[in-house]
């Protein structure tokens, strides 16, 4: 029988970190949480949840680090990535046991990819381009490495295949449309950090062992998406998703979920790409003008 360790990096997570760790408990041998000194008692609810618990102040890729290094000694057969705002279903939960059971000793096949379904505004997604998410997200000590990117980092296999689960892991997505808004206004303005490394040079667009589904996002984003001129690839992205893949059926959600990952995220990348590159001209025109 393989051995699961999960490994969850928490940040003010009192509202979801019981109820995630309660549904990897059933078939992990261990649980191990990195906190960042939450002030909601994230670290109490986690501890008698049954997870160790470690804190520390970095951001979300440092404790993540920290997380599979030296310091937790993780052992295990496997590692389960999972947020606190996600969970394994009872079917999820089997289907991901008896693969991590098939393919412990398999030294081919070193990572799961896991498969979301969104929850938002009390319905899940099913459409719009939303659905399934597909994330590597579990995987052996020493096959993987963490992308060192603004946003959106991904779990790339250093070696070894990945397989596919069937069943839906829930990402519980939804805090409130307030919390929604202030979470992505901070994504938006690391996206556009993102973009600039990229087009300058910093960073390469890299897909090396990405997951098939993500290696295809990314060389759309990045090789057409930003190609379009900045606020009109908002809309065509709002047609695309409302209308091209029928986000229209998932009703009044759906339609609030697809404006607001278009006009509001979409857009206010694109807004902070705006402001940077306004800036940088600005000295140019004042020296010109003189």
């Known amino acids: 029988?393989?051995?699961?360790?999960?490994?969850?990096?928490?940040?003010?997570?009192?509202?979801?970190?019981?109820?995630?760790?309660?549904?990897?408990?059933?078939?992990?041998?261990?649980?191990?949480?990195?906190?960042?000194?939450?002030?909601?008692?994230?670290?109490?609810?986690?501890?008698?949840?049954?997870?160790?618990?470690?804190?520390?102040?970095?951001?979300?890729?440092?404790?993540?680090?920290?997380?599979?290094?030296?310091?937790t000694h993780i052992d295990t057969d496997w590692i389960l990535f999972i947020d606190a705002d996600e969970r394994l279903t009872e079917e999820s939960r089997r289907e991901l046991k008896e693969m991590c059971d098939r393919y412990a000793g398999d030294p081919e096949v070193t990572g799961i990819v896991v498969r979301y379904r969104t929850n938002f505004l009390g319905r899940d997604l099913r459409h719009g381009g939303f659905y399934p998410l597909k994330k590597l997200r579990v995987f052996k000590p020493g096959c993987f490495r963490m992308e060192q990117l603004e946003l959106d980092s991904h779990i790339l296999l250093t070696r070894g295949r990945s397989v596919e689960m069937k069943t839906d892991l829930l990402h519980m997505d939804f805090k409130g449309l307030s919390n929604w808004v202030t979470?992505?206004?901070?994504?938006?303005?690391?996206?556009a950090k993102d973009?600039?490394?990229?087009?300058?040079?910093?960073?390469?667009?890299?897909?090396?062992?990405?997951?098939?589904?993500?290696?295809?996002?990314?060389?759309?984003?990045?090789?057409?998406?930003?190609?379009?001129?900045?606020?009109?690839?908002?809309?065509?992205?709002?047609?695309?998703?409302?209308?091209?893949?029928?986000?229209?059926?998932?009703g009044r959600p759906g339609k609030i979920y697809a404006f607001l990952h278009s006009y509001w995220y979409r857009y206010l990348v694109d807004a902070y790409i705006y402001e940077k590159e306004n800036a940088a001209k600005q000295p140019q025109e004042r020296s010109s003008v003189k």
């Open 1 to 71: 029988m393989a051995t699961i360790t999960s490994l969850t990096l928490t940040r003010n997570e009192a509202k979801n970190i019981t109820e995630c760790l309660a549904s990897v408990a059933p078939i992990v041998d261990r649980m191990v949480v990195m906190d960042n000194f939450s002030p909601d008692g994230s670290r109490e609810l986690a501890e008698a949840a049954g997870a160790e618990v470690w804190q520390d102040e970095g951001d979300y890729r440092a404790r993540f680090a920290l997380g599979v290094s030296e310091l």
């Open 183 to 191: 979470r992505h206004n901070n994504y938006a303005e690391r996206a």
């Open 195 to 250: 973009f600039f490394h990229k087009r300058d040079g910093a960073e390469t667009v890299d897909t090396e062992g990405l997951e098939p589904t993500a290696r295809v996002k990314r060389l759309l984003k990045y090789g057409v998406y930003y190609k379009l001129p900045g606020g009109l690839r908002a809309h065509l992205f709002y047609i695309y998703c409302y209308w091209l893949r029928l986000g229209f059926l998932d």
